[in-house]
């Protein structure tokens, strides 16, 4: 990914490149384009950075592309892999564990939980919504760290039904 | 008891006679006027606007950590009312943005041309005025929380303005109130029958378009120029990566371009 070809160029020097992704690794950095003059260097790590409506169940959320139609997103669908069954966001926003920060987590793993229970809270626009349970269950699973950014129908608990 | 400025007073027989089919209950303390919602709405009629006042809030609320100040003179309320929007309509964001342009309207009236800073606060200006805070009850109900410097001293917050320095005389708080009371519930209300009016209305009052902005979802920050507000109440931002929509966290302004 480098436009220069000149083989003595020392932009091209390893440890130059070591250091770089490096740097890339503890800073978080998906892509890293120097210039100097006619030589270049550019590294981009993990896939090309989008910002269109990641899919469902997508690793990261927000910031999305305007005009990206939000579909409704069932409160609880079934898991792939497991008899557990998922309670997905109904909404792009901010996952929280708790009603306030020095409260406890409306839910952690074990709890059992019945359609109406809230279980979180997603912060859209400054409105801070309960999400219910939509399903009588135990709670298997945790997926979402609190203040994470959510997409509609990102899966948020796993959930063993009763 | 403690003789109270005039500037700080409430008369509370006028609000409750101008506001209307608004229920009104009233404390002169409390820590959170959301709170005290919350705490009340199981007793109350899912149908119902309520009006929570209080006159001095000891523990009011912000997003996250945030806390709001407020004092003597402030105006700190909260509107408990249905929501018209279930959980999965993307309509439900435009609540913050009507309650910020019910304020506005309610206080261009009286001749301060405040802006709305996406998606939740009032500023005049640049400075912060008005906040508002919305929370969900019982899957159909939302508090709607706000706080407003009127008569209050806020010399000791660089960001904040209120009302009284810019009037030559003190604000009137229950003729302020019963606007804002008034605006809002109007406002909410309509958002079902006319979206595009309410977006038209954003566009007006919007406060950081065309402005260099951080925002800042959750662990997430970039930066860009605010583009205005979007039909979904999300904030345009034109970034170097092109034109993205935010839904959530907070917005700070960099600089006026």
């Given amino acids: ?162 | 008891m403690e003789k109270r400025e005039p500037s700080h007073m409430l008369d509370l027989p006028a609000i409750k006679s101008q506001i209307g089919e608004v229920n009104f209950c009233f404390r002169q303390e409390v820590t959170s006027t959301n709170d005290w919602a919350r705490d009340s709405a199981s007793q109350l009629k899912a149908g119902e606007i309520n009006l929570f006042l209080a006159e001095n809030q000891t523990a009011g609320r912000g997003r996250g950590d945030h806390v709001w100040y407020s004092g003597p003179g402030s105006l700190t309320f909260s509107l408990l009312m249905p929501c018209p929007f279930n959980l999965q309509d993307p309509r439900r964001g435009l609540l913050a943005l009507a309650t910020g342009c019910g304020i506005c309207t309610a206080l261009r009236s009286w001749g301060f041309e405040t802006q709305i800073k996406w998606p939740n606060d009032v500023f005049f200006r640049q400075r912060k005025l008005a906040g508002v805070l919305i929370e969900s009850v019982d899957h159909n109900r939302v508090i709607i929380g706000c706080g407003i410097n009127v008569n209050n001293e806020v010399s000791c917050i660089e960001s904040a303005t209120n009302l009284r320095s810019h009037a030559s005389d003190p604000v009137d708080l229950s003729e302020i109130l019963i606007a804002l009371v008034r605006a809002i519930n109007w406002r909410v209300s309509s958002i079902e029958q006319a979206p595009g009016e309410l977006i038209g209305l954003v566009a007006q009052y919007d406060g950081l378009v065309g402005k260099l902005v951080q925002w800042s979802t959750g662990r997430k920050t970039g930066t860009g120029v605010a583009q205005g507000i979007a039909d979904d109440g999300s904030l345009r931002i034109l970034t170097d990566q092109g034109e993205i929509g935010v839904h959530s966290g907070s917005v700070t302004v960099l600089s006026n371009l």
């Fill in chain 1, 1 to 162: 990914m480098a436009d220069d070809k000149n083989p003595e160029s020392e932009v091209f020097d390893i440890d130059r490149l070591r250091n770089l992704v490096e740097l890339m690794q503890e800073h978080d950095l998906s892509e890293i384009d120097l210039r100097n003059e006619a030589k270049r260097i550019k590294v981009r790590r993990g896939a090309e950075p989008t910002y269109a409506v990641p899919a469902v169940a997508a690793p990261v959320a927000a910031p999305v592309a305007t005009g990206g139609a939000a579909a409704p997103a069932a409160a609880a669908a079934p898991a792939e892999d497991d008899n557990t069954t998922a309670i997905n966001s109904p909404m792009v926003g901010t996952f929280y564990t708790r009603p306030k920060p020095d409260a406890p987590n409306f839910v952690k793993v074990g709890d059992h939980v019945d359609a109406d229970t809230v279980v979180c809270l997603v912060e859209a626009m400054k409105m801070f919504n309960e999400i219910p349970a939509g399903i009588s269950g135990k709670i298997a699973a945790v997926l979402v760290k609190n203040e994470e950014p959510v997409d509609v129908g990102k899966p948020l608990f796993k959930v063993i039904p009763d």
